[in-house]
T-cell receptor
């Protein structure tokens, strides 16, 4: 089934540890995004990538890094996790050359930093 | 980017049409109006979008006023599964960065 796969589904992480959230899409979408969602704050854009090899900062990029080595994968790395990074993380993709179908979102990764 | 105003919450009886308004008075000429929804704990789901004409698909209808300053998403026969937060988002489709607001929490009542 075409779509976005995020892994892990959930994780409890000790503060100070490094963590990479994985995101893979099989729709050949050129653009990919990472959002975080916190209770009462809605969805906020962390980083995005318009095409393989390029990335950009969103609304809340501090403490996170991304890479886009190929079209399908867009991992999000927390170099040294802090409790304020406890959140639900959603990956999304889109074919930015066409307005037809909007963004496709993954099912999310629930991360708890303790 | 255009700012949007949506009511924080709405109720609708099951089987009735749910009409969700959105004000986007600062929308620019090249911005589409996109609607997404997020059912509890799931990833957001694209519903529909439009530029200036009314649009309909299998999920919903979108009515955009002639001056494009507001729009209404219509779920013609709401079911309990339509309970979700609905987001109205103006975006240039090549802009590549959708910014979510607070949306409208729609409760479908049995």
């Amino acid at each position: 089934i075409a779509g976005i796969t995020q892994a892990p589904t959930s994780q409890i992480l000790a503060a100070g540890r490094r963590m990479t959230l994985r995101c893979t899409q099989d729709m050949r979408h050129n653009a990919m995004y990472w959002y975080r969602q916190d209770l009462g704050l809605g969805l906020r854009l962390i980083h995005y990538s318009n095409t393989a090899g390029t990335t950009g900062k969103g609304e809340v990029p501090d403490g996170y890094s991304v890479s886009r080595a190929n079209t399908d994968d867009f991992p999000l790395t927390l170099a040294s996790a802090v409790p304020s990074q406890t959140s639900v993380y959603f990956c999304a993709s889109s074919d930015s050359g066409s307005p037809g179908y909007g963004y496709t979102f993954g099912s999310g990764t629930r991360l708890t930093v303790v | 980017d255009a700012k949007t105003t949506q009511p924080p919450s709405m109720d609708c009886a099951e089987g009735r049409a749910a009409n969700l308004p959105c004000n986007h008075s600062t929308i620019s000429g090249n911005e589409y109006v996109y609607w997404y929804r997020q059912i509890h704990s799931q990833g957001p789901q694209y519903i529909i979008h439009g530029l200036k004409n009314n649009e309909t698909n299998e999920m919903a209808s979108l009515i955009i006023t002639e001056d494009r300053k507001s729009s209404t998403l219509i779920l013609p026969h709401a079911t309990l599964r339509d309970t979700a937060v609905y987001y109205c988002i103006p975006s240039r489709f090549r802009d590549d960065k959708i910014i979510f607001g607070k949306g409208t929490r729609l409760h479908i009542l049995p």
